[in-house]
C-alpha cells in the first residue's frame, strides 16, 4: 500500500495502556504513526528510540456495517491470516519497557468504514475496534461512548482524535463534542490553516480554537519529512525556534504528532526535536546548522 497521510479527519484511536513509572529520563511528547509503510522498522524498535511517548497503530481500516474488523499495516505483515500476532509482545513490550502508550487509529486514507447504528457502535466497541464509506463518522460519538464506557480507574480507555486544522472539524465536531477526549492530535498539514511565515495569524487562531475546547491536550500534527506529504511540513530549527513558541505556552499544548514513523526515519525529525517540544521545557534556539542536512 502506498505511503498515505491520515488525510481524513476521521481517524479516532482508542488504547488501553498500561502506566508504568519509574524511567528517569524526560518523557517524550511526540506522538508517531507506524504501520503504513514496510520500510520503518518494527513497532518495538519504534518505542525503543525513546523519542515517542504514543505510537497510532495505523489504521483499522474496515470496520462496521457486519464486516469483519480488518487492519492494514502495509508491507509489515497481513493481518488478514493472522500474520501479525507477534505484534502482540511488541506492544507490551513497547508499553512496559519503554512506557509508550500504544494506541490504535480507526479509518485513514482509503478506508472501507462505517457504523451503520447505534447497535453496530456498541458492537464495535465490545469487539475493541470495530466498523465504510469515506468520509463516514456517523454513530462515531456512540462508539466512543461505549469505548469510554470501559475505562477504569485500573485500565483507562484513552480516547484520541485527529481532526483537520479547520474548525469546526466538518466530520468529527459531533464526536469531539461528546467532550471524552483525551487528545486531539490536529493536523496542521495539506490544509490553509498550517504554519507558514505568511500564515501565523491563521496558524494561531485555529490553534487557540482547538485549545479553547474541553479536550485534555492538543498536539500539532507536522509531516516528519517534506518528501511525503504535499504542503506544510516545518524544518526542525523553524519548528523550535518560531512555531513552538506560538503555541507552547497554552495550557492544553501536549506536544507534537508526527506523519509517520517513516518518515522520520528518513528525517531524523523526532531526534532533531524531542528536546524541544516538551511543554514547560525552556525554549533554547537551535542551530540551524544541525538541520542543514533536513532539507530534502
Ligand atoms: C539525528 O539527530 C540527532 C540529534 O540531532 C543526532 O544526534 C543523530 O546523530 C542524528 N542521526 C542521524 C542518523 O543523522
Not at 10 to 24: D, I, N, V
Not at 142 to 155: F, G, I, M, N, Q
Not at 170 to 177: D, F, G, S
Not at 222 to 248: F, H, Q, R, T
Request: with cysteine; charged share 15%; net charge neutral.
Amino acid at each position: 500500500m502506498a505511503i498515505r497521510s491520515p488525510a481524513s479527519p476521521l481517524l479516532l484511536e482508542a488504547c488501553l495502556l498500561l502506566s508504568l513509572t519509574g524511567r528517569l529520563r524526560a518523557e517524550p511528547c511526540i506522538a508517531v504513526y507506524w504501520g503504513q509503510n514496510g520500510f520503518e522498522g518494527g513497532l518495538r524498535e519504534a518505542c525503543a528510540t525513546g523519542n515517542y511517548k504514543y505510537v497510532l497503530i495505523a489504521f483499522l481500516n474496515q470496520f462496521g456495517g457486519g464486516k469483519t474488523p480488518q487492519m492494514n499495516l502495509a508491507g509489515h505483515c497481513d493481518p488478514n491470516s493472522g500474520g501479525c500476532t507477534f505484534l502482540s509482545n511488541e506492544i507490551i513490550s513497547c508499553q512496559q519497557r519503554y512506557n509508550v502508550k500504544v494506541m490504535l487509529s480507526l479509518g485513514g486514507g482509503g478506508s472501507i468504514y462505517r457504523l451503520t447504528s447505534k447497535e453496530d457502535a456498541k458492537e464495535y466497541s465490545v469487539l475493541s475496534f470495530p466498523c465504510s464509506s469515506f468520509p463516514n463518522t456517523d454513530y462515531y460519538d456512540d462508539l466512543v461512548r461505549y469505548l469510554k464506557a470501559y475505562s477504569t480507574a485500573e485500565k483507562k480507555v484513552y480516547l484520541s482524535a485527529a481532526p483537520q486544522c479547520v474548525f469546526l472539524d466538518a466530520y468529527l465536531q459531533a464526536t469531539i463534542n461528546t467532550d471524552l477526549f483525551d487528545y486531539l492530535r490536529v493536523q496542521f498539514y495539506n490544509n490553509y490553516c498550517q504554519y507558514s511565515p505568511t500564515n501565523i495569524a491563521t496558524f494561531v487562531q485555529k490553534w487557540n480554537q482547538w485549545t479553547s475546547t474541553s479536550v485534555g491536550k492538543v498536539f500539532l500534527g507536522l509531516p516528519a519529512s517534506p518528501a511525503i506529504v504535499g504542503s506544510g511540513y516545518v524544518p526542525p530549527e523553524e519548528l523550535v525556534n518560531d512555531v513552538l513558541p506560538l503555541i507552547k505556552d497554552s495550557e492544553k499544548y501536549g506536544g507534537i504528532m508526527l506523519w509517520s514513523r517513516y518518515c522520520d526515519v528518513l528525517n531524523n525529525y523526532s531526534a532533531r526535536v524531542k528536546d524541544y517540544v516538551c511543554p514547560g521545557h525552556r525554549l533554547y534556539s537551535i542551530s540551524s546548522t544541525l538541520v542543514l542536512s533536513s532539507s530534502m
